[in-house]
Nanobody
Framework: QLQLVESGGGLVQPGGSLRLSCAVS????????IGWFRQGPGKEREGVSC????????VYADSVKDRFTISRDNARNTVYLQMNSLKPEDTAVYYC?????????WGQGTQVTVSS
């Protein structure tokens, strides 16, 4: 059974940076996609960024392009989301998601609050 554990959230001022981590226990094989979703107060959950297992292709939501960077450390089985130039509208619970063989696996979420 795959498990995802996020860390790295917190309170940051506008313009600041945070790096989220998602540690994956278990070893998915074959093709899969892993990435980040977020859910802000009173909003629906939305996709932020993802990266594929084979070709490392990345996708970003328009709202975070040029500010956020997703990356992987295969040796550590960990995915990162580097978030720069944070804005108050980035405030949300951030969830790690792994899509593998038609199943979705979710972490418990980590709170990111951008406020002065």
């Amino acid at each position: 059974q795959l498990q995802l554990v996020e860390s790295g959230g917190g309170l940051v001022q506008p313009g600041g940076s945070l790096r989220l981590s998602c540690a994956v226990s278990g070893s998915p094989f074959g093709y899969y996609v892993i990435g980040w979703f977020r859910q802000g107060p009173g909003k629906e959950r939305e996709g932020v960024s993802c990266i594929s297992s084979h070709d490392q292709r990345t996708v970003y939501a328009d709202s975070v392009k040029d500010r956020f960077t997703i990356s992987r450390d295969n040796a550590r089985n960990t995915v990162y989301l580097q978030m720069n130039s944070l804005k108050p509208e980035d405030t949300a619970v951030y969830y790690c998601n792994l899509h593998w063989f038609y199943n979705d696996y979710w972490g418990q979420g980590t709170q990111v609050t951008v406020s002065s």
